[in-house]
């Protein structure tokens, strides 16, 4: 399987290494044995060597600043859009950052992978949000798959368990926590942390959007609830249709109010066919999400022959968002 990626951020290098220090074992265990073909970056130039780029000297060139310096035989500098065209890959994963607003230059990204021939695996949330049917019918038309297991709670697989776990079962609601630097942060500041230093932390933390006003916003949940109305019920809802409130009035005397009365504050996001809703909620300690902490994210699907089925397991930061993306590739390698 011969890779370009598409953003070399947190996401991408984080990529990059797990598929080197893994491939042993997704050689042995999957005959797997992925090939980076190309690299682009917003400013960091871009790379592209048919027969694979090293792993170790591509992180070491992105670490000193410049893909340029990667020491190696490798085209450098082509357009990205050129990159993806033009590449001898089968797959191109979308890993910059997500634009919500209009979920450029990704899609440009998306849509020429697809119409040339590439399969696209995204961890990136903005082209999924906005342009899945979009997304969907070319890969339809030009024989390809789209997979983003990534783009809602990173590596825990929440759709997977929608669409393979609970086949057969009709979901009519999803409700959780789907933001790990709003729930990270919340945690820190009932600790007494202030808000300012708890998103520092956030941010160097690798869980924080480029803008993290997405994530204290509530728009990097409400995407993701938009990806799941998609996925789910297959009703295309826009940001427009959610009701979005972030975390950013939250001061820490509500919290100490919280806490006073047996409550933590998380930020809940709620999708249904008919619309939803991204708000701050008080939870008593009892209720299962008030004790998902850290940058952990939880789901609860509402089932019709099983009931309640909740998934909780990390929802953001490097590891676990590669980890999405790999298990992306498997499953396109399996099928
Ligand atoms: N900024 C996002 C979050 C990253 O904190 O959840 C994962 O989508």
Redesign the pocket.
Known sequence: MRLVIIGFGTVGTGLAALLRDRAAYLAGRYDFTPQIVGVATRSRGTLYAPDGLDIDALLAAHQGGSLRDYQGAASRDLDPLRLVGEAEADVVIEASH?NFDTAQPALDHCRAALRTGKHLVL?N?GPVALALTELHNLARENGRQVRYE?????GTPALRLAEVGLAGCTISAARGI???????ILEQMTGGLAYADALAD?QRLG???AD?A??VEGW??AG?AIILARTLFDVPLTLADLQVKGIIAITPADIEAAAAAGERWKLIAEVSPSGGSVMPVRLPLADPLANVGG?I?AITYRTDLMADVTLIGP???QVP?AAGLLSDMLSLLQS
């Not at 990534?150 to 990173?154: C, L, P």
């Not at 789907?178 to 990270?184: A, R, V």
């Open positions: 997500s961890a949330k990534a783009t809602v709670m990173a789907l933001n790990g630097t709003t729930n990270y956030a869980y924080a959007e993290p997405a994530d990097d949940a993701k940058a994210n929802g953001a930061g968002t």
